[in-house]
T-cell receptor
Framework: NAGVMQNPRHLVRRRGQEARLRCSPMKGHSHVYWYRQLPEEGLKFMVYLQKENIIDESGMPKERFSAEFPKEGPSILRIQQVVRGDSAAYFC?????????????FGPGTRLTVT | GESVGLHLPTLSVQEGDNSIINCAYSNSASDYFIWYKQESGKGPQFIIDIRSNMDKRQGQRVTVLLNKTVKHLSLQIAATQPGDSAVYFCAENHTPDNYGQNFVFGPGTRLSVLP
C-alpha cells in the first residue's frame, strides 16, 4: 500500500510564475490536508479538503493560493504569481476520516524555491 | 501570543544512551499534545500523543511526560539507535479531535546519534 505521494519533490519557480503542487492520498483515504513549513519554523495548517469540497481553508493566504481535490485525480495546491516568501516545504497529509491529527499520514513534501 | 518552543535546537547522544527532548508551551488551555519525527527529506511521522489528563504515556522505546504545572513536555527515547536521528517536534492543541487547523507546531530539535 503506497503512502502519500507528492510531486514534484523539488520545484523552482521565478517570481511571478505559477506553482502547482500535487498530492495523491493513501489508498482508501478521502481526507487531505496541506501544511507549509518555512525554514527553521514549525508546520502551519493551510487547508483541509475532501473530494470536491473545501472543508476548512482558514490557514490559506487570502490571495494567490488555492486548493482543490477533484473527484478524480490528486489534490492540487496552486500558488499564483509566486514571491520569494513562498519558498518553503509544502506537506500534504491524508487520513481515512477527519477524526484527528493523530490519524494523518504525511507525504515527503514538495520543496518550493522561488528565485 | 501562543507559542510552542524547544529548549535545545540540537542534541547529540551516543548510540545506546537515552535521549530526552524537551518542549515548552505557553497556552495553559492546551489539552492535547503530539510528538512528531521528521527524517531528512521526509514528511513528519506521528510518534506518540498525550492528553492533559495524563502525565505520562509510554510507547515502544518512547515515553512522553507532561508537566502541566510548568507547561513542559518531554520525549524520552530509550536505547537510542542510529535510525532515531531526525528532527523531533511537538505540537499542541485544545482537543484531540481537532484535525490540525489550530495546532501550534514547534520548530524542532535535531537529534544526532553518534556511533
Amino acid at each position: 500500500n503506497a503512502g502519500v505521494m507528492q510531486n514534484p519533490r523539488h520545484l523552482v519557480r521565478r517570481r511571478g510564475q505559477e506553482a502547482r503542487l500535487r498530492c495523491s492520498p493513501m489508498k482508501g483515504h478521502s481526507h487531505v490536508y496541506w501544511y507549509r513549513q518555512l525554514p527553521e519554523e514549525g508546520l502551519k495548517f493551510m487547508v483541509y479538503l475532501q473530494k470536491e469540497n473545501i472543508i476548512d481553508e482558514s490557514g490559506m493566504p487570502k490571495e494567490r493560493f488555492s486548493a482543490e481535490f477533484p473527484k478524480e485525480g490528486p489534490s492540487i495546491l496552486r500558488i499564483q504569481q509566486v514571491v520569494r516568501g513562498d519558498s518553503a516545504a509544502y506537506f500534504c497529509a491524508s487520513s481515512p476520516t477527519g477524526g484527528g491529527a493523530h490519524e494523518q499520514y504525511f507525504g515527503p513534501g514538495t520543496r518550493l524555491t522561488v528565485t | 501570543g501562543e507559542s510552542v518552543g524547544l529548549h535545545l535546537p540540537t542534541l547529540s547522544v551516543q548510540e545506546g544512551d537515552n535521549s530526552i527532548i524537551n518542549c515548552a508551551y505557553s497556552n495553559s488551555a492546551s489539552d492535547y499534545f503530539i510528538w512528531y519525527k521528521q527524517e531528512s527529506g521526509k514528511g513528519p511521522q506521528f510518534i506518540i500523543d498525550i492528553r492533559s489528563n495524563m502525565d505520562k504515556r509510554q510507547g515502544q522505546r518512547v515515553t512522553v511526560l507532561l508537566n502541566k504545572t510548568v507547561k513542559h513536555l518531554s520525549l524520552q527515547i530509550a536505547a537510542t539507535q542510529p535510525g532515531d536521528s531526525a528532527v523531533y517536534f511537538c505540537a499542541e492543541n485544545h482537543t484531540p479531535d481537532n484535525y490540525g487547523q489550530n495546532f501550534v507546531f514547534g520548530p524542532g530539535t535535531r537529534l544526532s546519534v553518534l556511533p
